[in-house]
């Protein structure tokens, strides 16, 4: 291999920007010394000037080997600096005297190699000692010179051999720094391609990822509507109480997958790094429910206790990210009980008033119990210090910080406090649980344990509700017959041992069962189950009798009815028709159903429906393109007919896509149950909906 191979070799502008750089000033280094050695030759200056460059030389040598045998190019520079602009250009001062003329200009040649080789931390250190040493040179050199006796040798004049130094030390102080700095701009220009390259492969990536997680979430949506449906419609019958638990588990684990799905779909968004905080209203509610549903799945299958305390008086609508929130409330409680074996969890969510329609949303999690790992460490991966580095941090800190809260973390042997809280706005004073005092509601309860029992209390006396709670089996059977109470509740494993004794004591349908993992029971005692963590908004619903995932009253089938209704489903899949049909059977209406869209447009215009729900990932024509040949149509009354949007695409935005499209309403898949029955209270003629209490009542309202 001939000499400008090996140096094209060395040079390659494939390698690491900082090994490139570094061979590039070891080879302008090993040219700057020999120039100055054949110059030093020629004016024949003092002999120890030619040595010590040649010991330059040397070590430059020396340096380039050292970094071929090993990787710690840092370590290397560093004592290439020290020996070559902190020792030997300073010692070539002590034999030339009026080199003070041009000395200055290589104290500029070692400033510029400093800056490229080292990190700014060592950069700054060298380059202060640099200045020091040069300015005790210079002076030591200024003294020497205007000594009597100071002459050079040879037969060049004085001022001739001056100006050739000075000269030569610029221009070779000027090319040697060039074409480092020439050579560095190539590395970066370089870099910033690579960089443009990674970051256009990134957005392919984003994109792709994007698209894949809408197309398994609707693939994976399509089937779980079916399974949500079936066991909704199987709680709803009259089976074994095995066959209803079976269903019943079935339906919390299916509603968690859900969950999950949404989670998914939503925190995919927050690892840019050009991540903009949104600014919208939503409702702090049904992130506290979507948080209490999922982590009640996750600690029971994890054996850890889950307590929620919510206040009431947080405003319902707040204005923010409502993805980052419910990431954050979702994250954090997520991530302790990973590190908890058994013990308890209590999650706390509160407020405080900042003034000025404005709060400070506050989310604080307890844990007591066996500790596997500091979560803190884990979080920073295992750093023991939080680094004030924003780009160090992990992600959700970072978002903390990004949207101006703070995130407190103390950790004990048993006991650990976990803690943050981000700023919302909100317009409307409407409570997240209105106070029932002043409601004629007393209650009644007894719970398993203390802590449950602490736990209940704080809620009803929070909302302002009349109670009394009961310590012992003997005093709730005492306090039970008392007519003032509106409300008997009891923890089930304290049912299970006094339901022989309080069946002579109370009337079939009087008691509310408290417990984890209920379904439907068919004791006659039994009126409602309500599941545990209890917290204000499940009580509320409770209290009120508003639908509530945690609350299953016995015989409940739905709120009304509507026998004269015309009803059609659009769907290409036939077992999401025989959901959405069966579904539609317990409100009596009158169903038709269509598996595409041109089936859909034929049907039509025979025949006069009320409402429709048309599917939208159709083959040959879409829900979209099915709408507008609907309103096309010109049959009496199909260009007000409402249409609702019937799929399982549920990414960000979607519901203003389809809204914006002209759809009346939008229905995600799996469908929920009190979602369908409000698209059909608000869309449906009034006068075709009777509302009734229970399925015998809806009987007895149809015969008449």
């Given amino acids: 291999m001939t000499a400008k191979q090996h140096l094209e070799k060395y040079l390659n502008i494939e390698l690491p920007a900082e090994i490139l750089l570094f061979h590039a000033a070891m080879v302008l280094s090993l040219l700057e010394c020999f120039m100055l050695v054949l110059f030093t030759l020629l004016l024949r200056i003092d002999v120890h000037v030619p040595i010590l460059l040649s010991a330059g030389v040397i070590f430059t040598l020396a340096a380039m080997y050292a970094e071929s045998r090993t990787d710690k190019i840092n370590r290397i520079s560093v004592g290439y600096l020290i020996v070559m602009h902190l020792f030997l250009v300073p010692l070539s001062s002590c034999y030339v005297p009026y080199a003070v003329y041009d000395f200055p200009v290589y104290f500029l040649t070692g400033i510029a190699f400093t800056s490229i080789l080292l990190k700014k931390k060592w950069a700054y250190l060298f380059i202060t000692l640099n200045v020091i040493i040069d300015i005790v040179c210079i002076r030591h050199m200024l003294e020497k010179a205007a000594l009597p006796d100071a002459s050079i040798e040879g037969n060049a004049p004085y001022n001739f051999v001056l100006f050739c130094r000075i000269m030569f030390a610029l221009f070779i102080t000027g090319t040697v720094c060039g074409l480092l700095i020439s050579y560095r701009n190539k590395i970066l220009r370089r ?354 009798e508003k639908q509530n995932s945690t609350i299953r009253r016995i015989g409940y089938k739905g709120e009304f009815i509507c026998p004269d209704a015309r009803i059609m489903v659009v769907d290409d899949n036939v077992v999401n028709l025989e959901v959405a049909t069966s579904l539609l059977k317990h409100y009596q209406a009158q169903v038709s159903v269509a598996i595409s869209g041109k089936e859909c447009l034929k049907m039509l215009q025979q025949e006069c429906v009320d409402l429709i ?41 979607a519901r203003e896509m389809f809204l914006d499209a002209g759809f009346d309403e939008y229905l995600s898949k799996p469908i929920e149950r009190d979602k369908f029955e409000k698209i059909l209270r608000e869309c449906l003629p009034k006068e075709k909906i009777i509302y009734t209490a229970n399925k015998s009542e809806k009987a007895e309202n149809y015969e008449r």
């Fill in 191 to 544: 870099e910033i391609e690579k960089s443009t390259a990674m970051e256009q492969e990134a957005e392919q990536l984003s994109y792709a990822k994007n698209m894949f997680l809408v197309n398994v979430s609707h693939e994976i949506r399509t089937p779980l509507n079916a399974i949500l449906g079936i066991t909704e419609l199987l709680l709803d019958q009259d089976a074994d109480d095995r066959i209803k638990e079976n269903a019943f588990h079935i339906a919390n684990s299916s509603k968690a997958l859900l969950s999950i799905i949404n989670e998914l779909m939503e925190f995919s968004k927050l690892d840019g790094s050009d991540l903009v905080i949104a600014d919208k209203p939503y409702d702090i509610g049904n992130i506290c429910n979507e948080l209490i549903n999922v982590l009640s799945v996750r600690y029971a299958d994890h054996g850890t206790d889950l307590f929620v305390e919510i206040e009431p008086d947080i405003p319902a609508q707040l204005y923010g990210d409502e993805t980052i929130v419910r990431q954050l409330m979702l994250n954090i409680p997520n991530g302790i009980m990973k590190s908890l074996e058994g013990g308890n969890i209590r999650l706390h969510i509160g407020k405080e008033d900042n003034g000025d329609k404005q709060i400070r949303l506050t989310v604080e999690v307890y844990a007591e119990g066996t500790f596997l790992y500091s979560y803190k460490e884990q979080l920073y991966h295992n750093s023991a210090m939080e680094t004030e580095e924003e780009e160090a941090l992990p992600l959700t800190h970072r978002l903390i910080r990004l949207m101006g809260g703070k995130l407190v973390m103390e950790e004990e042997t048993a006991k650990r406090r976990y803690y943050f809280d981000i700023p919302q706005k909100y317009v409307l004073d409407k409570a997240l649980v209105n106070k029932v005092a002043g409601e004629r509601l007393k209650v009644l309860f007894y719970e398993n344990t203390n802590l449950q029992g602490s736990v209940f209390a704080k809620t009803l006396h929070d909302m302002k509700v009349d109670f009394c709670q009961a310590y012992t089996d003997t005093f709730f059977m005492e306090e039970c017959t008392d007519k003032s109470y509106t409300h008997l509740m009891i923890a089930s494993e304290r049912y299970e041992i006094m339901k022989s004794k309080l069946a002579e004591l109370l009337s079939p349908q009087s008691v509310i069962l408290i417990g984890s993992d209920l379904v439907a029971y068919d004791d006659v005692l039994v009126k409602t189950t309500f599941a545990r963590p209890v917290n204000c908004l499940n009580l509320d619903a409770l209290l009120r």
């Fill in 613 to 653: 729900f048309l599917d939208y990932m159709m083959p040959e024509m879409d829900g979209i393109d099915t709408l507008k040949n609907i309103r096309k149509l010109e049959v009496n009354g199909l260009d007000t007919v409402p249409i609702a949007a019937l799929t399982a695409n549920a990414v960000s935005g």
